[in-house]
T-cell receptor, first 111, second 115 residues
Framework: EPEVTQTPSHQVTQMGQEVILRCVPI?????FYWYRQILGQKVEFLVS????????KSEIFDDQFSVERPDGSNFTLKIRSTKLEDSAMYFC?????????FGSGTRLTVV | DAKTTQPTSMDCAEGRAANLPCNHS???????VYWYRQIHSQGPQYIIH???NNETNEMASLIITEDRKSSTLILPHATLRDTAVYYC????????????????FGKGTKLSVKP
């Protein structure tokens, strides 16, 4: 069964550093998403990406965040200057016209 | 905010049916009911969705009341591996072209399946 693949599974970074989280969506999917989940809290929508541009973003997705699909297969989330409160599980998801497939997540720890 | 209300937690004996309720009294005519689950910080997993008819797949059954204000997800023979947080989400169908589709997660129901 096709999977959404995320790397790394766990990343530790120092506060203020840039971090790039990587995702390989399912190849024939059209819509791509990033969600995050702070430990013990709800899964929160960050951004959706369609037709090579951001289609929706939440208030969490401020100027410190950016997304790219540089080569038609990878889908990345960049945090320019990480803060302690960015520590969370970050989930990538993709879908065709129908339902979602989520990746297994990257646990980001900012120290 | 999530447009659904679910119990915070439920227990179920292994091998028995797990019935997870969801209230969505403000659901609109074009909104579907989606169910996802999350097993211990893994990525959410799609289970089933429906509009007004009852639905069944290899994972579960979805029973939607006639007035569509509530629904029940049924796991017919719960196993220990079904222990997870179950999310009921209402939103317009994703079976169309367009840019919408983000999911709004509530707190869900933590289902504990016990031996």
């Amino acid at each position: 069964e096709p999977e959404v693949t995320q790397t790394p599974s766990h990343q530790v970074t120092q506060m203020g550093q840039e971090v790039i989280l990587r995702c390989v969506p399912i190849s024939n999917h059209l819509y791509f998403y990033w969600y995050r989940q702070i430990l013990g809290q709800k899964v929160e929508f960050l951004v959706s990406f369609y037709n090579n541009e951001i289609s929706e973003k939440s208030e969490i997705f401020d100027d410190q965040f950016s997304v790219e699909r540089p080569d038609g297969s990878n889908f990345t989330l960049k945090i320019r200057s990480t803060k302690l409160e960015d520590s969370a599980m970050y989930f990538c998801a993709s879908r065709p016209l129908g339902g979602y497939t989520f990746g297994s997540g990257t646990r980001l720890t900012v120290v | 905010d999530a447009k659904t209300t679910q119990p915070t937690s439920m227990d179920c004996a292994e091998g028995r049916a797990a019935n997870l309720p969801c209230n969505h009294s403000t659901i609109s005519g074009n909104e579907y009911v989606y169910w996802y689950r999350q097993i211990h910080s893994q990525g959410p997993q799609y289970i089933i969705h429906g509009l007004k008819n009852n639905e069944t797949n290899e994972m579960a059954s979805l029973i939607i009341t006639e007035d569509r204000k509530s629904s029940t997800l049924i796991l017919p023979h719960a196993t220990l591996r079904d222990t997870a947080v179950y999310y009921c989400i209402v939103r317009v169908s994703m079976n169309y072209g367009g840019s919408q589709g983000n999911l709004i997660f509530g707190k869900g129901t933590k289902l504990s399946v016990k031996p």
